[in-house]
């Protein structure tokens, strides 16, 4: 071997042997733990989640766990989200299954349950049924209804099928003393009735069309109206899923016809009635002009004059409170329905999704 090769090969020892080693997997979480909690210190919940998921996205470790429990109640915080105060209270849960003996995550849990409980937000959506094998008042309510439930449920057959997945609207508006407030309102969808509604409806919460939209016309005891993604004064918008019409006119292929100009065929002849918070799409005059213009029916109004013509195709099943204060804010202009202070549909969401997409944080 020549002097040459001799010092190479000695200087390639050297370096190797001060490399550094490779991490263990537990070396490898308990780092991303610390830079989780380094940026949860910063105010960037979101950061830590992100860093989280990447080292234990099934949440196998109670330690993961709990810095996510942190996380998600910094963002409860935040949002003042009652989703996600208990989602914080049911991560420090399963952070205690697995590690009973931990007094921080315990003590953290119980200053989440008093701050939720100022807030007069419940643990869980609903009551509890039992508690250390006993039944509660309202579990000895449930049992004893349940038999009335069975009988209601047969009831119910005759009643519109939901789709299976809700829709999730985040809405922000003035009352009409001058308070800003937000809310969520729910909506189900009734796929069976009208498909090709719902298909459409879909397809728009999903793009975002919704995001950040406004209601353009407000007429107390009559409906809410918003949907017009591209104006946001009622004149605009257009359908997200080819339907064979363009402004209503059939058309042979959507080549021949402007996306800007995509309507739906009418649904409807249905059998859904115009009632209180339903859901149905508006449109022209003339028929399959519906695109992604939508109107929620105001509490006590039954417009039957719209039933056939315009198609119902969901209902609001949650959050009807938040559809009665709209209902009843300040409006104005030449039409005299346009509202004094922005309505605007924050966020449109399908019902449960975040964007923690699989992930339990």
């Known amino acids: 071997m020549h002097m040459a090769d001799s010092t190479a090969a000695k200087k390639s020892s050297v370096k190797k042997s001060l490399s550094k080693p490779e991490l263990t997997e537990a070396e490898v979480r308990k780092a991303a733990w610390d830079k989780a909690e380094k940026t949860l210190l910063k105010g960037k919940y979101?950061?830590?989640?992100d860093t989280?998921?990447?080292?234990?996205?099934?949440?196998?470790?109670?330690?993961?766990?709990?810095?996510?429990?942190?996380?998600?109640?910094?963002k409860a915080k935040d949002t003042r989200s009652s989703s996600d105060y208990r989602k914080a209270a049911s991560l420090f849960r399963d952070s205690m299954k697995g590690n009973s003996s931990d007094k921080r995550t315990n003590t953290q849990y119980n200053n989440l349950l008093n701050e939720m409980q100022d807030a007069r937000i419940s643990e869980t959506v609903f009551p509890r049924m039992v508690r250390d094998g006993t039944p509660t008042l309202a579990g000895v309510f449930a049992f004893g209804t349940a038999f009335l439930l069975v009988l209601a449920g047969i009831a119910a057959l005759s009643q519109p099928q939901a789709d299976g997945e809700n829709v999730v609207f985040e809405m922000s508006w003035t009352n009409a003393d001058g308070s800003f407030e937000k809310g969520t309102i729910t909506i189900e969808l009734y796929g069976n009735e009208a498909p090709t509604h719902v298909e459409n409806f879909k397809e728009l919460v999903r793009d975002g069309s919704y995001d950040e939209t406004i209601y353009h016309r407000?007429?107390?005891g009559f409906m809410l109206q918003g949907g017009d993604f591209t104006n946001g004064d009622g004149t605009g918008g257009h359908a997200a899923v080819w339907d064979g019409y363009c402004n209503g006119s059939p058309s042979a292929s959507q080549s021949d016809c402007s996306k800007t100009a995509w309507?739906?065929?009418?649904?409807?002849?249905?059998?859904?009635k115009h009632e209180p918070y339903m859901l149905s799409m508006a449109k022209t005059n003339n028929a399959h002009t519906g695109g992604s213009q939508f109107f929620i029916v105001s509490p006590g109004s039954t417009p039957s004059h719209l039933d056939g013509v315009h198609t119902v195709f969901g209902k609001v099943i949650e959050g009807q409170d938040v559809v009665d204060k709209i209902d009843a804010i300040e409006t104005g202009g030449q039409s005299g329905s346009d509202p004094a202070y922005p309505v605007t549909l924050i966020d449109a969401s399908f019902s449960g999704e975040s964007s923690s997409s699989w992930w339990p944080f």
């Open 263 to 272: 309507t739906i065929g009418d649904e409807a002849d249905n059998g859904l």
């Open 52 to 74: 989280l998921r990447s080292i234990d996205g099934e949440g196998q470790h109670p330690t993961t766990l709990r810095i996510a429990a942190e996380a998600t109640w910094a």
């Open 218 to 220: 407000i007429i107390a």
């Open 46 to 49: 979101e950061g830590a989640l």
